[in-house]
């Protein structure tokens, strides 16, 4: 977990959002590899392992092997994140993660993966999170996940930026504030339109996260 990225991660639990204070027990090149995040506001804590945050036990099994996109499907899914040299934050759920190094092209992009498949990492992963993405709101330009959970899309519209694009398997109900902009027999894209969110709660930037070290 790169420290940069800590900053946007947020405690899942029902209370108004809040910055995770980071404790670092072995760290290389700036990403925590061992340690631990905390809410100042519930007090639960979650553990950081081998370099992934663990927000929680629930872990969705990753789809099989033929749902993996090949170098022709990421750079779709680049185009269909509205993927571009202003970079931003982008969110690969599931399977989809697998298309995190053909992405890599796009080095103006940050990537965070949700429950990838085991053996896939990025300089943020979020394990445990079951349908929750726990993000702060506003903060992503783009999301794409391989399950048809409404839940889940509506947690990843929460964290969409006005603007962002969410891209999510055909069957999957389209949140409330997203504008279906395309779809073909496997997926939808859709834009976040909702010109103003009341439950937004802005936090003032920071140049680096809280963390703390042995």
Not at 19 to 29: G, K, M, N, T
Not at 113 to 125: D, G, H, I, R
Not at 127 to 153: H, K, N
Request: charged share 20%.
């Amino acid at each position: 977990m790169h420290v940069e990225l800590v900053d946007r991660l947020r405690c899942p639990a029902a209370h108004a959002e809040s910055w995770l204070v980071a404790h670092a027990d072995r760290s290389e090149d700036r990403r925590i590899l061992e340690g631990t995040l905390g809410c100042p506001v519930c007090q639960r804590e979650f553990r950081i392992t081998e370099g992934a945050a663990w927000m929680g036990d629930d872990e969705p099994a990753s789809l099989a092997p033929s749902a993996v996109l090949d170098a022709d499907g990421a750079l779709r899914l680049a185009a269909l994140l509205n993927v571009d040299e202003r970079g931003g934050l982008y969110v690969l759920g599931g399977s989809i993660a697998t298309a995190k190094d053909a992405l890599a092209t796009f080095d103006t992009a940050r990537w965070i993966l949700l429950s990838p498949p085991a053996n896939v990492s990025a300089e943020a992963t979020i394990r445990g999170a079951g349908d929750q993405v726990p993000l702060a709101r506003g903060s992503v330009r783009g999301i794409a996940i391989d399950r048809p959970s409404a839940t889940l899309a509506t947690a990843a519209a929460a964290a969409l930026a006005h603007g962002g694009r969410l891209v999510a398997p055909v069957g999957t109900e389209l949140p409330h504030g997203m504008e279906e902009l395309a779809r073909d027999a496997d997926q939808w894209v859709a834009q976040k339109v909702a010109a103003f969110d009341a439950t937004v709660l802005v936090t003032p930037r920071r140049a680096a996260p809280r963390t703390s070290h042995q």
